[in-house]
C-alpha cells in the first residue's frame, strides 16, 4: 500500500496534522513528509494550511476522491488473497438504508459474529442514493437499500426480501373500533411522516395515493422512532414497516388498521460491485441475507 496515500486521507479527514500522527501512530514531522512527498509527486499543492486549519484545495479534492478509492480496493486485493488460505475474516464494511440498518440489521450482526467471529464489520446508516454511491466507490463491501428501482451502473442491485407496511395507531385509538372504516376517515386523522428523500416517506406519499387522500394535517420526523413515540403518545397515526413495531405490537402498545389495500409491500435489496470476486466476509453475509426471508 501506498504509505503517502493513506497518511494523506487520514489529514484531509481529521483536518489537522496532530491527530493524524496520532491515529496512524506516526510522528508529526513524519506525516508531514509523507504529504510533502505526494504533493512533490502529483507536481501541485493539495492542502491550504494555515495555523488554524488544514484544508483540501480543489487539487486535494481530486487526489483524495481517487485516493480514497485507491486504498479501498488494495484492501480488498488484501482481503482476496488472505482468503485462499484463511477462514472468513477480516474487516466487512456494510452499508444500510435506516429501516434494515436500525431495526433487522443489529440482529443479523449478532448471528455473524456467532457463526464467523473473526469477521469484524462496520456498518454505515445512509439513504439508499448514497450507500449505492459508497459501494461504487468501494467505500463499502456490501450495501442494502429499501426498494429496487434504481438506474445504476457497475453494481448489481438485487432484491432479496419483502417488507411489509401498515397503517399504524395506538393502541387505544377510536379508529380501531370504528365499522365500515373509509379512506376519508384516515384523511382526516394527524398522520406523522418521514422527511423528503427517505425511502418509508416514499411509500407513505404512495399510500395516500393508492386511497386517494391527502391530509392536510401532518408532522414531519427525522426518525422513525420519533414518530412510533409520537402515535403512542397519541399525536396521529402513520404507514410504517412491520419490522420497525415488533416490540411494540407484541407489548400492545402499537396496534395495526385494517385497511383494504394494506399491507402495502416493497422489496430490500441487496447492492455488490459488479465484480466477479468477493471476499469470504462478504460471500457469507451474503449467504445471511439470502437466508432472510421475513423478519
Known amino acids: 500500500m501506498d504509505q503517502s496515500l493513506l497518511v494523506f486521507v487520514t489529514v484531509a479527514e481529521q483536518a489537522n496534522f496532530t491527530r493524524a500522527a496520532d491515529i496512524l501512530h506516526m510522528t508529526q514531522p ?5 504529504v510533502h512527498s505526494l504533493e512533490k509527486q502529483m507536481g501541485t499543492k493539495l492542502l491550504d494550511r494555515t495555523n488554524k486549519y488544514v484544508k483540501l484545495n480543489k487539487a486535494g479534492e481530486i487526489v483524495y476522491h481517487h485516493a480514497k478509492q485507491i486504498l479501498g480496493l488494495y ?11 484463511q477462514m472468513a475474516s477480516g474487516a466487512l464494511k456494510i452499508g444500510s438504508s435506516f429501516t434494515f440498518g436500525e431495526y433487522i ?3 443479523l450482526i449478532a448471528k455473524l459474529h456467532d457463526q464467523y467471529p473473526l469477521i469484524q464489520p462496520s456498518v454505515t446508516i445512509e439513504n439508499s442514493t448514497h450507500i449505492i454511491d459508497s459501494v461504487l466507490r468501494h467505500q463499502l463491501d456490501i450495501g442494502i437499500i429499501e426498494g429496487g428501482d434504481f438506474s445504476a451502473t457497475r453494481v448489481n442491485i438485487t432484491p ?9 395507531v395506538s393502541s387505544n385509538h377510536p379508529l380501531l373500533f370504528k365499522k365500515n372504516l373509509v379512506p376519508k376517515d384516515l384523511e382526516k386523522e394527524t398522520w406523522m411522516i418521514r422527511e423528503e428523500g427517505s425511502g418509508t416517506r416514499v411509500l ?4 395516500f395515493n393508492q386511497m386517494g387522500i391527502s391530509p392536510q394535517d401532518t408532522m414531519s420526523f427525522g426518525s422513525t422512532q420519533m414518530i412510533k413515540e409520537s402515535i403512542e403518545a397519541g399525536l396521529g397515526i402513520s404507514l410504517l414497516s412491520e419490522s420497525t413495531m415488533r416490540k411494540e405490537l407484541k407489548w400492545g402498545s402499537l396496534s395495526i ?5 394494506f399491507p402495502m409491500t416493497r422489496q430490500f435489496s441487496l447492492v455488490l460491485p459488479d465484480e466477479t470476486y468477493h471476499t469470504k466476509a462478504t460471500e457469507v453475509f451474503i449467504t445471511l441475507l439470502q437466508s432472510l426471508q421475513e423478519f
Open 204 to 207: 407513505q406519499d404512495t399510500a
Open 75 to 85: 484492501t480488498k486485493m488484501e482481503s482476496l488473497l488472505a482468503d485462499l488460505t
Open 30 to 34: 513524519a506525516v508531514s513528509n509523507h
Open 160 to 168: 432479496f426480501m419483502e417488507d411489509k407496511m401498515s397503517i399504524v
Open 105 to 107: 440489521l443489529p440482529h
Open 257 to 261: 388498521l385494517k385497511v383494504d389495500g
